[in-house]
């Protein structure tokens, strides 16, 4: 038997149409041509997985990862990174005294997976599960910037970060935003990267811009650069 046929036709054609959505979004043409699933088996399908909350759609329309992916990840234990996030993000927050959050991209908006809060005094609160835009914020400034050209081009329309911004992003390493997400809120950020060097997420802290001032990245770029090196460390090594 072919490894990669189980036996189970439907079950096959799921895991293929799951496997090819780990590259991010894909329109039902696009998942045709991708796995060879005829038109009509492959939209019942995604939407199949859809109602499970293993898929779902963004802002365009196409199919993406749901969230449950991620719970059944989290839920067997099986998600290394989230594993040590809560430790990791307490640390930096009482490093900096600001909350720590640690953002992953699903389509067209990222999604807070961890948080460590300020426990007290004036705060930006992202509670788990918040999908935030990928159009401003320095979180959406580190998903975006190392992806592929197109990708990028893409995702600057209507964005309230420039495409220099994202080449300086790249440069130093971190990006920073006054701001861009929400008024009176500042933030820095920096990309956690994964298998073949590729950025799987992004970790940072928020708060107000009377403490953060208009360069927080003077003050945090450091320690959230430095655990954000910690946790692709931990994956690397995992």
């Known amino acids: 038997m ?6 189970v036709g439907v079950l096959d054609k799921a ?20 796995t060879g699933i005829a038109r ?28 449950r992916s991620g719970e059944l990840a989290a839920a067997a234990g099986e998600d290394r990174l989230l594993a040590v996030a809560a430790p990791a993000l307490a640390a930096l927050r009482d490093a900096t005294g600001e909350s720590a959050q640690l953002y992953r991209r699903q389509g067209d908006v990222r999604i807070c997976v961890a948080v460590a809060e300020r426990l007290s005094g004036l705060r930006d609160s992202v509670p788990v ?7 401003a914020g320095s979180g959406a400034q580190v998903l975006l910037a190392w992806e592929d050209s197109e990708r ?5 329309h209507n964005a309230r970060f420039t495409a220099a911004q994202l080449s300086a992003v790249r440069r130093r390493g971190w990006a920073q935003s ?19 060097n590729k950025v799987i997420a992004a970790v940072g802290i928020s708060g107000p811009m009377e403490r953060l001032g208009r360069q927080p990245g003077r003050l945090h770029a450091a320690a959230v650069a430095a655990t954000a090196a910690r946790l692709s460390e931990h994956i690397a090594n995992s």
Not at 40 to 67: I, S, Y
Not at 181 to 195: K, Y
């Open 152 to 156: 990028i081009h893409k995702g600057l």
């Open 40 to 67: 009509p088996t492959a939209h019942r399908l995604a939407v199949a997985l859809e109602f499970h909350r293993l898929v779902t759609r963004d802002l365009h329309g196409r199919f993406v990862l749901g969230l």
């Open 178 to 196: 006054v701001g861009e997400r929400e008024a009176g809120v500042a933030s820095v950020s920096a990309p956690v990267r994964g298998p073949n």
């Open 15 to 34: 895991v293929a149409i799951l496997s090819t959505l780990e590259s991010g979004p894909h329109s039902l043409a696009e998942l045709v041509a991708a």
């Open 129 to 135: 599960g918040s999908a935030l835009t990928m159009q």
């Open 2 to 7: 072919d490894k990669k046929n189980s036996g």
